[in-house]
């Protein structure tokens, strides 16, 4: 069903029919029936998806609008915003990928009852499996409107097995057996009970806390109204002829015993009513809320005796706690929130997911194709990568290179998850429980959606600052990865000066990034991994060498590897890993492992050879690992004595500790250099072009580009955004320098663009006049952006003929457009002169011998800088001699 309200870009309207966007803009000048705009700007108009289908299909331009364009249109052109529609389509693929048949039978009616019949069956899908999803009736984080994760045990303050305020059957807090709520009678409605049942913060149909005066409330009469209800209503504590619950035969008030959570909580959380007594002030839930903290891994929370024992019944936040190492046999750090944590989902309602209808009919079509799990990732990749400036990403191969160094994990934990790609990472388990938080709360839905989707594991995801307000203060993990933001000034550091996770010392207002590390480690099981991506300066900073030498000396920062430039984000400087282990009762590792793999940084903006970087870490990663110390790999790795490090500035840079590979045969490869060099020169020179003869000025009939495409003469592709092959890629960077495709696309399910033999690849970008010819060591590599691909017909044009006119300099700049700060090359209005095919071979093959004698030129200069770097190095480290 096609959604008349979906617009689309002219960018959408060129990948929909397999142009360039040049053409689209041809389309509106040349046919007055062209769509008109119905939204955007007048620089970056819209248009209804629907009349341009039509228009396209009328043309005879496109047969059928391929299904998952037209999915990514909707859901771009979503009315809520195309993170809305990810949600509600992450939402309904994973009741397709979970309950199929609950789908085929909900959308087999109108687009309304489907709206209508979705968030119920949603509320049973998502409940198991992420957990404290609030219901459409507004059920908080300890169970859905049904009481759905009190039954099954899956609310996020869900402690071994059971929700928060539910014992065994409908009990509340402090309930027993078959027992009823805080303080009452033998069958009254239970707290937070289900939908049914009238209970403290329970969903629309229940009476709650300061209801109206029909809703029956909490300690009220059998006939009494809510809690501090209306006038009309009897309220607590009025009505003398009435029997209070927990009083007396004769008293009339409730409560007037001493309190009555004086005593220790039964599930070691912490008192409903704060107060001395229950009703003492003028609203019931005067203090904290009734999930006032969580004990999510079988660990009580601090919060949660009375004084006396080990832990204080207090939930002030501004109780100065010391900043020291805590007894983690019996506590937590008391970083728990004086409010409960934000779920990462809400299932949505009938009336938000109507709009949505139509976008959700063609995922499930186009699932029904691919699978559920790759159309949420086609479509989260495509969003991704259409607002590259809007989020930071964790590739792929780094991610998998954490979870490897972390090791096989059953909890697993990610306190800055983004769009969950780390989790994702991870190697599956029987069991698994997976627990992420994220500041963004379209960043934390979309990954829990993405890891219930990738796999069986439990997901545990919530939304808020982690620093100042800890989702998971109980959780004890196996493992914690973490791509934490860097250089935030603005991290809590006036706010958490106390704060017990800081046991290895208080991180400056500039050192945010040692305040995730310690965070990491308090959130770890004695012996647990923590993988950390951390920037290069967090190494040396002089304000960070207290805690970096904490952590050497109490063994828990276990290695330092520096990763080659251009592994993540931002990609102009070397990032580090930081590999930490909680250390448990074993005394500490006298050595650190320090990795330096910048050897391996790709020669263009493709990124590293993560094959050699993965194989270099892990396997000195292992052998360290297994036997505490590392012998020398000359350049590549060493273990450091801790002793060696604790010096003024604790420097654990691997660069400073690791000098270059010294080579035994210096002078002898050195040699080797200057041979090849020397023959190159030689080559050069009898490559060096003939004098030129002067000639009067050619005056050739002329064509362009778009017209040779359009007379069939030759096909022109662009480069894609994606690709499901992994292949070599070809970028723009390769082209201009003259190497090897060294590039990546992110993987999805578009199909990329292959070169082949013969075709002539231009850069639209950077204003030079460059265009290369694809010989057989180059085919079968895949278009990288910012490149147009001509593949001509051998029989009317010459691809040399035709990639040395496309380089001439007045040729490029007519053709190009200074519309912004960099230069755009319009590669459909270059210029090439008519002539026979004969001529054109006559000119191709000057051409070709001119491309012969450039990467000759290239070859030399970089040989030229090899000897020269040699030569420095090898006088400096005394492996070569002056004389």
């Not at 989790?423 to 997976?434: F, I, N």
């Amino acid at each position: 069903m096609q959604d008349n309200a979906t617009e689309v870009t002219a960018a959408g309207i060129a990948r929909l029919a397999g142009v360039g966007r040049a053409a689209v803009s041809n389309w509106r000048r040349r046919h007055a029936d062209f769509p008109k705009p119905v939204g955007g700007t007048e620089t970056s108009p819209s248009f209804a998806l629907a009349e341009v289908e039509a228009w396209l299909r009328k043309q005879g331009k496109l047969a059928e609008v391929p299904l998952r364009e037209r999915v990514w249109q909707q859901l771009a052109g979503h009315p809520e915003g195309p993170l809305t529609a990810l949600v509600h389509t992450g939402c309904v693929l994973l009741l397709i990928h979970e309950r199929p048949t609950v789908w085929l039978d909900a959308s087999a009616g109108s687009d309304a009852r489907l709206a209508a019949m979705l968030p119920g069956a949603l509320e049973k899908v998502l409940t198991p499996r992420v957990g404290g999803v609030r219901g459409r009736g507004g059920a908080g984080v300890g169970g859905a409107s049904g009481s759905a994760s009190a039954r099954a045990g899956a609310g996020v303050d869900a402690g071994a097995g059971s929700g928060v305020n539910a014992a065994f059957g409908r009990a509340g807090v402090n309930g027993g057996f078959e027992q009823a709520g805080v303080n009452g009678p033998i069958n009254p409605p239970a707290v937070n009970p289900s939908s049914s049942a009238a209970g403290v913060n329970s969903g629309s149909a229940a009476a709650g806390v300061n209801s109206g005066s029909a809703a029956a409330g909490v300690n009220s009469g059998s006939a009494a109204a809510g809690v501090n209800s209306g006038s009309a209503a009897a309220g607590v504590n009025s009505a003398p002829t009435e029997s209070a619950v927990n009083s007396s035969p004769t008293a009339s008030t409730v409560n007037t015993p001493p309190t009555v959570h004086n005593s220790p909580a039964v599930h070691h959380g912490p008192a409903v009513h704060n107060d001395s007594s229950v009703h003492n002030g003028p609203s019931v839930h005067s203090e904290s809320p009734i999930h006032n903290a969580s004990a999510m891994h079988h660990r009580p929370s601090v919060h949660s005796t009375v004084p006396g024992t080990s832990t204080d019944i207090t939930d002030s936040p501004s109780a100065p706690t010391t900043p020291s190492a805590p007894n983690r046999a019996q506590t937590t750090p008391a970083t728990t929130p004086t409010t409960p944590p934000t779920p990462a989902l809400t299932t949505p309602t009938g009336p938000q997911l109507l709009p949505s209808v139509p976008l959700l009919r063609g995922a499930a079509e186009l699932a029904a194709e691919i699978g559920a799990r790759q159309t949420f990732e086609f479509l989260l990749g495509r969003h991704l990568d259409a607002n590259p400036r809007q989020y930071t990403l964790t590739p792929a191969e780094l991610a998998g290179l954490m979870a490897d160094l972390a090791g096989p994990a059953r909890t697993v934990l990610d306190p800055a998850c983004g769009t969950g790609a780390l989790l994702r990472a991870v190697d599956p388990r029987p069991g698994q429980e997976l627990y992420a938080q994220d500041s963004a709360p379209e960043l934390a839905a979309l990954s829990t959606l993405r890891l219930a989707l990738h796999s069986r594991a439990t997901v545990r995801a919530a939304v808020g600052d982690t620093l100042r307000a800890d989702a998971h203060p109980g959780l004890l993990a196996d493992a914690v990865l973490c791509h934490p933001p860097f250089n935030e000034r603005n991290w809590g550091h006036d706010e958490l000066a106390y704060d017990p996770r800081w046991e290895y010392g208080f991180p400056a207002r500039t050192e945010s990034e040692l305040a995730w590390v310690q965070h990491a480690l308090a959130r770890l099981t004695d012996g647990g991994t923590a993988v950390l991506l951390m920037p290069p300066a967090a190494a040396s900073r002089r304000s960070g060498r207290r805690i970096r030498a904490d952590l050497l000396r109490r063994g828990a920062l276990r290695a330092v590897v520096a990763l080659p430039v251009g592994a993540a984000p931002p990609y102009n400087i070397p990032l580090h890993l930081w590999v930490l282990r909680r250390p448990d009762r074993t005394p500490a590792a006298p050595e650190v492992l320090l990795v330096d793999t910048g050897r391996f940084a790709g020669e263009a903006r493709g990124g590293p050879d993560w094959e050699a970087v993965r194989e270099a870490v892990l396997d000195a990663w292992r052998v360290f690992a297994r036997e505490g110390r590392l012998a020398e790999r000359p350049g590549l790795a060493r273990s450091v004595p801790v002793i060696e490090l604790l010096d003024d500035d604790v420097d654990l840079a691997p660069a400073r500790h690791l000098p270059p590979a010294a080579v035994a045969d210096g002078a002898e490869q050195l040699t080797r250099v200057r041979e090849r060099l020397g023959a190159t020169l030689r080559l050069t020179a009898d490559l060096t072009p003939p004098p030129a003869d002067p000639a009067p000025p050619a005056r050739w009939p002329l064509t362009t580009v778009g017209e040779l495409a359009r007379g069939g003469a030759l096909v022109m592709r662009t480069g894609g955004n994606g690709g499901h092959a992994r292949v070599p890629v070809l970028t723009d960077h390769d082209v201009l320098a003259g190497t090897a495709p060294s590039g990546t696309l992110p993987e999805s399910e578009e199909e990329a663009v292959l070169t082949e033999p013969g075709d002539v690849v231009v850069p639209v970008l950077g204003g030079g006049a460059v265009a290369r010819v694809i010989d057989e060591a180059t085919g079968g590599a895949a278009l990288g952006r910012n490149l147009v691909l001509l593949r001509p017909d051998r029989t009317a044009l010459d691809p040399w003929f035709l990639a040395g006119f496309l380089r001439g300099t007045a040729n490029n700049r007519q053709a190009s457009s200074y519309a912004s700060t960099a230069t755009r090359l319009d590669v459909r209005r270059l210029h090439l002169p008519r002539l026979p095919l004969e001529e054109q071979r006559r000119y191709g093959a000057r051409f070709r011998a001119l491309d012969e004698f450039e990467r000759a030129l290239r070859n030399a200069s970089r040989l030229g800088e090899q000897l020269v770097r040699g030569m420095y190095d090898g006088l400096t480290d005394g492996t070569v001699a002056p004389d």
